[in-house]
């Protein structure tokens, strides 16, 4: 298997929401990341977790919260969202070292109105 | 401040020649250099990648080439497809504090269009 699935792939919700983003790889992977992407904008880094400890936040609001269950699957916990938090959430995986790159799921189209 | 910059953000070509993607960079201390695909609604796609110690690496129709000194680099595909049309993106790593992982910095992207 060498795929990162995504679910789901676009969610709509309202700014008292609460919902959650999963993520889910096979590989054996023991890195994992959230990148968020705005239109027309390259993929901006929000967490990092390493053999399933969060070890980068870049500043992100605390109204997303991540959480790493286990080796395989990574949540991203949405509430109280802003509209300006619309965007699509990739979610990726790495091997160690950086020659073959992320591997990126397919991504979550969110919409906040 | 844009460390990885692509400053095409389009570039048509003719199915069948070269097409030539280029990036600049300006922190000496990424490692690695890699491209990526993305057609709408999907995720990037890795496609190739080259250490900061090499000048070329090839796969295929795809090749990197990677001046140090003028922190360039470049993607070639020869011969161009239409299904190559796509947004490609530049992107350099660094290494993070947590063991094994690393951070990709982008650049903004590419659009390609390769016309049959």
């Known amino acids: 298997d060498t795929e990162v699935t995504q679910t789901p792939k676009h969610l709509v919700m309202g700014m008292t929401n609460k919902k959650s983003l999963k993520c889910e790889q096979h590989?054996?992977?023991?890195?994992m990341y959230w990148y968020k992407q705005k239109a027309k904008k390259p993929p901006e880094l929000m967490f990092v977790?390493?053999?399933?400890?969060?070890?980068i936040n870049e500043s992100v609001p605390s109204r997303f919260s991540p959480e790493c269950p286990n080796s395989s699957l990574l949540n991203l916990h949405l509430h109280a969202l802003q509209p300006e938090d619309s965007a699509l959430y990739l979610c990726?995986?790495?091997?160690?070292?950086?020659?073959?790159?992320?591997?990126f799921g397919s991504g979550t189209r969110l919409t906040v109105v | 401040d844009q460390q990885v910059k692509q400053n095409s953000p389009s570039l048509s070509v003719q199915e069948g020649r070269i097409s030539i993607l280029n990036c600049d960079y300006t922190?000496?201390?990424?490692?690695?250099f890699l491209w990526y695909k993305k057609y709408p609604a999907e995720g990037p796609t890795f496609l190739i990648s080259?250490?900061?110690?090499?000048d070329k690496n090839e796969d295929g129709r795809f090749t990197v080439f990677l001046n140090k000194s003028a922190k360039h680099l470049s993607l070639h595909i020869v011969p161009s497809q239409p299904g190559d049309s796509a947004v490609y993106f530049c992107?350099?790593?660094?290494?993070?504090?947590?063991?094994?992982?690393?951070?990709?910095?982008f650049g903004k992207g590419t659009k390609l269009s390769v016309i049959p």
């Open positions: 990726a995986s790495s091997q160690l070292g950086a020659y073959y790159g992320y591997t």
């Open positions: 590989m054996g992977h023991r890195a």
């Open positions: 977790y390493s053999y399933e400890k969060l070890s």
């Open positions: 922190n000496s201390m990424f490692d690695y």
């Open positions: 080259i250490s900061s110690i090499k």
């Open positions: 992107a350099a790593s660094g290494a993070l504090s947590g063991a094994g992982s690393y951070q990709l910095t």
